[in-house]
C-alpha cells in the first residue's frame, strides 16, 4: 500500500505539471501543439515532469522505495513498460527542450545510479539504481539522435526483463539467497552472471552495443568530456554488478 501510495503521489503530481506546462505555453503562443513548446519557462516544467515520471535525478527518490515496496513482477513491469509512456512524450518534445538541463540531469543520473547502488543488498533497489543510470544514457542522447534512445531503451529492457524473472524463478530478494541460489540451478545463476554483465555494458556483451554507440555519437557531436566522464562513471555500476 505504502509503494503504490508514492508512486501515485508521484505520477499524479507529474502529469499535473505537464498539463500546467502545455496551458502556459497555449496561454502564451496560443498554440496547444505540445512538440512545439517555444515559450521557456512551460519548456522547463516539461523537462521537470518527465523526470519526475521516469525517475531522473534529482526526481529519483521514489523509484527505489517503490520498487522495495513491490514484488519481482510488479517491479519489472515498473522499470521497463511503465518508462515508455514519458521516453515517448521526451522523444517527441527533445528539440524544444534544452540540451544543457537533460545532459547535467543525465550525468547526474548516471553517477547517482553508480555510487547509490554499491551499498544496497536488496536485488530490487539495486535493479532500480541501475534503471536510473540507464535512464541517464538514454536523455543524454535524446536531443542528438533519438533513434539511438529507443535501442538503448529496447536493449535495457531486453536485459532487465531477463534478469526479474530469474529471480522471480529463483525467488532472490537479497544478495544473501544470490548467493546460496547457485547450488539449486546452476545453469540459470551462470545465465544471470552473464545478463548482469551484459547489463552493466562490459564488452563484448550485447550491453556494451548502446553505450559505444552513444559514445560515438557524443564524440561527433565534440562533446569529449561529457562522453569520458560518463564513460567512467558507468564503470561504478560495472564493479556492483560484479559483486
Known sequence: IEATTKY???????????????????????????????????????????????????FHFWFPEVLQGSSLTTALLLSTLMKL????????????LSPTLLTTMSMMSIALGGWMGLNQ???????????ISHLGWMTMIIIYNPKLTLL???????????????????NTLKLSTLMTSWTKTPTLNTTLMITLLSLAGLPPLTGFLPKWLIIQELTKQEMTTTATIAALLSLLGLFFYLR
Request: aromatic fraction near 12%; proline fraction near 5%; glycine fraction near 2%.
Open 121 to 131: 543488498t536488496q536485488t530490487r533497489k539495486i535493479l532500480a539504481f541501475s534503471s
Open 152 to 170: 538503448t531503451f529496447y536493449m535495457y529492457t531486453l536485459m532487465t526483463t531477463s534478469i526479474f524473472l530469474t529471480l522471480s524463478t529463483t
Open 8 to 58: 501515485f503521489l508521484t505520477q499524479a503530481a507529474a502529469s499535473t505539471l505537464l498539463l500546467f506546462s502545455s496551458m502556459i505555453n497555449a496561454w502564451f503562443t496560443g498554440q496547444w501543439d505540445i512538440t512545439q513548446l517555444t515559450y521557456p519557462p512551460s519548456c522547463l516544467l516539461l523537462t521537470t515532469a518527465i523526470a519526475i515520471k521516469l525517475g531522473l535525478t534529482p
Open 85 to 96: 509512456p514519458p521516453t515517448t512524450i521526451l522523444l517527441l518534445t527533445s528539440h524544444s
